[in-house]
């Protein structure tokens, strides 16, 4: 029963939609137009600390042009994905800078497929082109393109996040829980919603309202919080 509540937990896939832009607003629109293949640009960078969100819009990029009916995948920079190249395609690609020295030359000549093609590449990093280590010729294409830093939520405006990613899950988050929440756990958005996420879902297990009582208990855990 209680893994039956996990799964009826699990967290909303990411979209376009369900990320809160803060200053991203930019971004999100540049995306909207990669995904909707509006664009004349080959390559799109998403660059910034961890935590930012830069694979929550990998992922919503990919979903979102899947949607459009374009062939769209997301991978890792040691798996790229071997597939027809045309202007059909959208790539994204996450954590480039971890690409080993064979991955890195299968991008190279995958860029320029994707752009001799008309086709769309989207990355993420946590450096800019020019200071990636890469192969000096893949930052060279990769600083030809788009290039956008993703900046993390403020303080201010995670009241309004943590509210509405408690909406997506199916519960309404109090303030002062919020409040508590802000005030004695990791600031960071990941680690904010991992928790967010594990204590909703130890609160349908137990039939148990999210409260500060039950925060306050959570948090005294001395195990991991689980992952989302």
């Known amino acids: 029963m209680e893994q039956l509540v996990f799964d009826l937990a699990s967290p909303p896939p990411p979209t376009l939609e369900n990320f809160l832009p803060g ?48 062939a769209s995948y997301y991978a890792g920079p040691n798996a790229l994905p071997m597939v027809p190249v045309d202007a059909n395609v959208l790539l994204a690609i996450d954590d480039v ?6 991955a890195q030359g299968r991008l190279f000549t995958l860029y320029n497929e994707l752009a001799a093609n008309g086709a769309r ?14 192969r000096a010729d893949l930052r060279t294409r ?7 830093e993703i900046v993390p939520l403020a303080d ?8 509405s990613y408690a909406r997506a899950r199916g519960f309404i988050l ?8 802000l005030s004695h756990a990791p600031r960071d958005m990941p680690s904010l919603l991992t928790l967010l996420a594990a204590l909703d879902r130890h609160a349908l297990a137990t039939k148990r309202p999210v409260t500060v009582p039950l925060l306050k208990v959570w948090l005294q855990r001395t195990e991991p919080v689980p992952n989302l």
Do not use: C
């Open 142 to 148: 990769l600083s030809s393109g788009l290039i956008y």
């Open 121 to 134: 590449l989207v990355i993420a990093a946590a450096a800019p082109p020019a200071r990636m280590r890469l």
């Open 97 to 102: 800078e971890s690409a080993d020295a064979a």
């Open 23 to 70: 200053r991203n607003a930019e971004v999100l629109a540049a995306l909207a137009r990669f995904t909707a293949a509006d664009t004349r640009e080959t390559s799109l960078v998403l660059w910034g600390a961890p935590g930012a969100g830069k694979t929550h819009l990998l992922r919503a990029t990919v979903a979102a042009a899947v949607n459009t009916q374009a």
């Open 156 to 163: 201010a405006d995670k009241p309004t996040a943590l509210a």
């Open 174 to 181: 109090a303030e002062d829980v919020i409040a508590y929440l």
